[in-house]
């Protein structure tokens, strides 16, 4: 079994913040890949389904973001999940909005969920990168990521779930680099100025 997380903070007020871009992702791939009924388990909103024949466990930690790890480590002792079988979708604004890394091991970057996560599995679980962009100012991150896409940003939004879905079979067999690659393929990320950027436009 793959354990398949998105990070987020859970409720309504939170739904389309650019942080809960893991979430989005994890809803995306639920749709496209007709996983069952949503319930809760392990603090977490979960799924269970498969992907091309490999069992899946969609998770979405109800624990708010910095508390990520303790639900997402919960799963993996259950079913005693080996820490390359972890991927992680979150939000990153180190990359331009709408570009698309992954990445095994390092740091949190300043991403709460990540640094969660770190502390309860160790470091080397895989993490796919949703970029949205920094607003420019230290000061003007936490309401960047706890604000809302713009009507703007949907068109490459809504084209970057749908290509984290449909690609995931590469990410499914270990094949990170080409899930990227296939990933940035579907949906070209846009070209924006700094300023364009720093403004969500």
Same mark, same amino acid.
């Given at each position: 079994?793959?354990?398949?997380?998105?990070?987020?903070?859970?409720?309504?007020?939170?739904?389309?913040?650019?942080?809960?871009?893991?979430?989005?992702?994890?809803?995306?791939?639920?749709?496209?890949? /007709?996983?069952?009924?949503?319930?809760?388990?392990? %603090?977490?909103?979960?799924? &269970?389904?498969?992907?091309?024949?490999?069992?899946?466990?969609?998770?979405?930690?109800?624990?708010?973001?910095? %508390?990520?790890?303790?639900?997402?480590? &919960?799963?993996?002792?259950?079913?005693?999940?080996?820490?390359?079988?972890?991927?992680?979708?979150?939000?990153?604004?180190?990359?331009?909005?709408? /570009?698309?890394?992954?990445?095994?091991?390092?740091?949190?970057?300043?991403?709460?969920?990540?640094?969660?996560?770190?502390?309860?599995?160790?470091?080397?679980?895989?993490?796919?990168?949703?970029?949205?962009?920094?607003?420019? &100012?230290?000061?003007?991150?936490?309401?960047?990521?706890?604000?809302?896409?713009?009507?703007?940003?949907?068109?490459?939004?809504?084209?970057?779930?749908?290509?984290?879905?449909?690609?995931?079979?590469?990410?499914?067999?270990? &094949?990170?680099?080409?899930? %990227?690659?296939?990933?940035?393929?579907?949906?070209?990320?846009?070209?924006?100025?700094?300023? %364009?950027?720093?403004?969500?436009?």
């Amino acid at each position: 079994m793959i354990i398949i997380a998105g990070l987020g903070n859970p409720g309504a007020k939170y739904q389309n913040n650019r942080h809960n871009i893991g979430f989005m992702a994890i809803d995306e791939i639920a749709r496209r890949w /007709r996983f069952g009924t949503e319930r809760a388990k392990f %603090q977490s909103v979960i799924a &269970e389904g498969e992907v091309e024949g490999a069992k899946v466990l969609l998770m979405k930690p109800q624990t708010f973001m910095n %508390q990520s790890g303790k639900a997402v480590g &919960e799963a993996a002792r259950f079913y005693k999940i080996p820490v390359k079988d972890i991927i992680v979708f979150h939000d990153e604004i180190d990359l331009a909005p709408g /570009r698309f890394r992954m990445k095994t091991g390092g740091g949190a970057a300043g991403q709460n969920g990540v640094r969660s996560l770190i502390s309860h599995l160790g470091a080397d679980f895989r993490r796919a990168r949703m970029g949205i962009g920094h607003p420019g &100012e230290a000061n003007l991150v936490m309401p960047h990521v706890l604000g809302d896409f713009h009507k703007v940003e949907q068109p490459w939004l809504e084209a970057l779930l749908r290509a984290c879905a449909d690609a995931l079979p590469f990410a499914i067999a270990g &094949e990170d680099e080409r899930y %990227q690659g296939e990933v940035l393929r579907l949906a070209p990320a846009p070209k924006f100025s700094p300023r %364009q950027q720093a403004r969500g436009e």
